[in-house]
């Protein structure tokens, strides 16, 4: 089959709602694609199903435009830097950092890794007015092609192009800036995926209204306040010590059961022979309860005084004996009547025969020389609460931790590891992917850096930061460093988020990998030396395993970033006239055409990390993965056609379903005879092949 494709400057976020609405009703289609609306309409009305005009929603000046933007196509091409992948650590790693406008990076993306996402964390603009937030868009629309794309009238087209071009930090322009940012989000989110955004006071009602749109109010999840400043700011005479975190899935699947079962619950933080624990009163807290209305709750606990273990607990019984000879009652703290949180049944099902490892003990009491009961507590499910208020969480902790890694004073409140940890041990299995569209200064690569190498994870992670320059009279520190220290001629923020993921992966090596291998060693060599030890070989089978888990983390990451498309590329043209201006494809450079290639394979499906094969078509070389062949360069001849057709024949390993080529590098008759043989051809394999001219 013979296809013609306008695709390089026409990459957009796919429109999956219209491929449903393709499927079902197809006859509401007229001849030139367009959707009728009111035919849709009857078709539903006679199904019974009401409309009603008014319903509760959001809106703003500019929702309009960024809807538009939302659908529009990318300006710019992804290319790799090459000489960066290329290094031993990094030419398989899966991590991605990309350079560029996070909107223009998420289109390029949302073939590619639609539906891959497991986690998003963003920390978007806050707009508190001196953040430096101000609405800005290089897309240039006439009122007239305004209007028509989006339905409005002349009047107000004009209006919101004025707003657009304002420079303007509002709420309206926060809300366009962000809303198709969020629109493809959510697009790349799997279905049982989670976002998690920091806000402050200054937008958090307008996100809240903005994510029930985007992801649909059924779908919030939480909203987390994080103790981010411990001393506060001022803030209407009250000292503002916390931001928001808002928690949405993608579709509304209830309990979110990674919420509950990946936690690392760091309160079970004491060891016995069973597994790690902590421990909570037996006693029954409630006031309500008591002997007089739970009197089977109300028993006497006898307690061993002479035998304790290396946590201070005391074993336990209900029979009292020489040996268990101190009682205790549940009494409350003024010491009257209380009860017990367990019957006599259930405590002695917590008993077991080493009463030092039973799941109720004895301790004594920080007052005095009296004891309590205790449950040992062992769950290791748990759902997190709405408060997050521990150190790691705040935004000083994250300004130490630059500092750790030689980065002092290069970020202003960078978001500390041990938040993102949280969001990622919460919502993440150990193999998925997170994305982080606005990078910052790269937090999130750090925390699943780290969070692998503790637990043996292969988490992957994609960030996005804009090259945003770095204004010397500012930030002189960070300018000097960036400039002297990593010899960059022009410093952005890029370039440090690039080092701290180095210096991170550096470190993590070093100090927990290293460590932990060691430790592993230890063990290994402490199991060969017992002679009766049950699944000795297993155990050590496994701990080898782990090792080698740990020698091949991924702790390298590849660098891609976006680039104007070619000027004066045009090819929208149905007919050619003297007036125009014809695309000179001579002055494409070899880094030209590798940019098509990566632009092209993101946009047909293929993840950014996976390398193209080149294939020797005899003195004519292609490109080939996931089933796809590309041909860009010039000279194609008819050897080279027949050594392509021969291939597909006789090696195993090719297997193309498409061939595209790019029609500016091949003549019309190449083009008519690639497609002519391929159509034509009955290979061996029986392979039903497309081939594409694309420009």
């Known amino acids: 089959m013979d296809k013609e494709q306008k695709i390089t400057n026409n990459i957009k976020v796919p429109n999956k709602d219209m491929e449903v609405l393709k499927k079902y009703f197809s006859h509401c289609f007229n001849k030139s694609g367009n959707f009728d609306i009111e035919k849709f309409k009857q078709e539903l009305s006679e199904n019974e199903i009401d409309f009603y005009k008014e319903s509760y929603g959001m809106d703003w000046l500019g929702k309009s435009y960024a809807r538009l933007l939302a659908n529009d196509s990318a300006t710019t091409l992804l290319k790799e830097d090459e000489e960066f992948n290329k290094n031993d650590e990094n030419k398989n790693s899966e991590n991605l950092l990309i350079k560029g406008d996070n909107l223009e990076v998420l289109k390029h993306l949302s073939n590619a890794y639609y539906e891959k996402i497991k986690m998003i964390y963003i920390d978007p603009p806050y707009n508190t007015g001196s953040d430096g937030f101000v609405y800005e868009d290089d897309r240039k629309f006439t009122i007239d092609e305004f209007r028509n794309l989006v339905g409005v009238d002349a009047d107000k087209a004009k209006r919101i192009l004025s707003f657009v071009d304002s420079k ?34 200054n937008e958090v009602a307008q996100l809240r209204l903005l994510m029930d749109e985007v992801f649909g109010e059924e779908n919030f999840y939480s909203q987390v306040i994080v103790r981010a400043n411990s001393r506060g700011q001022t803030y209407n005479q009250i000292a503002k010590t916390h931001e928001y975190i808002f928690v949405y899935t993608k579709s509304n699947i209830g309990d979110l059961s990674e919420l509950e079962k990946n936690g690392n619950n760091s309160d079970l933080n004491l060891v016995d022979n069973i597994g790690n624990y902590n421990i909570r009163e037996l006693r029954n807290r409630n006031p309500k309860y008591g002997r007089h209305n739970r009197p089977n709750l109300f028993y006497p606990i006898f307690i061993n005084p002479n035998k304790v273990d290396k946590d201070g607990f005391y074993p336990v019984s209900l029979k009292k004996t020489d040996e268990y000879n101190i009682e205790i009652e549940p009494l409350n703290s003024k010491y009257e009547e209380s009860c017990w949180r367990w019957g006599t049944t259930k405590f002695n099902d917590n008993l077991n025969s080493n009463t030092l490892n039973s799941n109720v003990v004895g301790k004594k009491k920080n007052r005095g020389n009296t004891y309590g009961i205790y449950e040992k507590y062992r769950k290791t499910t748990y759902k997190p609460k709405s408060v997050w208020d521990d150190n790691t969480f705040l935004t000083e902790t994250g300004t130490v931790e630059l500092k750790a890694m030689g980065l002092e004073g290069k970020f202003d409140f960078p978001k500390p590891v041990g938040l993102i940890k949280r969001c990622v041990e919460l919502s993440v299995k150990p193999d998925d992917q997170i994305l982080d569209f606005f990078a910052g200064s790269g937090t999130t690569g750090d925390a699943v850096i780290q969070l692998n190498a503790e637990d043996g994870g292969n988490r992957k992670y994609i960030l996005v930061q804009l090259p945003e320059k770095i204004d010397p009279k500012k930030n002189k520190l960070a300018y000097d460093f960036v400039k002297e220290e990593l010899n960059v001629e022009k410093p952005t923020i890029f370039e440090i988020i690039k080092e701290r993921l180095i210096r991170s992966t550096k470190k993590t090596k070093e100090k927990i990998i290293k460590t932990k291998i060691t430790e592993k060693q230890k063990e290994i060599k402490e199991l060969e030396n017992q002679l009766d030890l049950d699944n000795k070989e297993e155990k050590i089978k496994q701990l080898k395993a782990e090792i080698k888990a740990l020698r091949n983390q991924d702790l390298g990451f590849k660098i891609f970033e976006t680039m104007p498309i070619w000027e004066d590329y045009n090819f929208e043209a149905d007919e050619l006239d003297e007036q125009l201006t014809l695309f000179d494809e001579s002055k494409l450079t070899e880094n030209d055409l590798k940019a098509l290639l990566v632009t092209w394979k993101t946009y047909d499906g293929i993840a950014l990390t996976n390398n193209l094969q080149e294939i020797d078509l005899g003195e004519y070389t292609g490109y080939y993965a996931s089933y796809k062949l590309y041909l860009t360069n010039k000279g194609f001849k008819t050897e080279n056609l027949k050594a392509l057709l021969e291939k597909i024949d006789f090696d195993k390993k090719f297997n193309p379903t498409s061939i595209i080529a790019f029609g500016y590098h091949f003549e019309s008759k190449n083009l008519r005879e690639i497609a002519e043989n391929i159509k034509s051809y009955a290979n061996k394999k029986n392979i039903d092949i497309d081939f594409i001219t694309r420009y």
């Open 168 to 201: 303007s930090n509002s709420h309206s322009a926060w809300l366009t800036f962000m809303y198709p940012r969020l629109y493809i989000a959510k697009q790349l989110l799997k279905d049982d995926g989670v976002i998690f955004i920091s806000i402050d006071d």
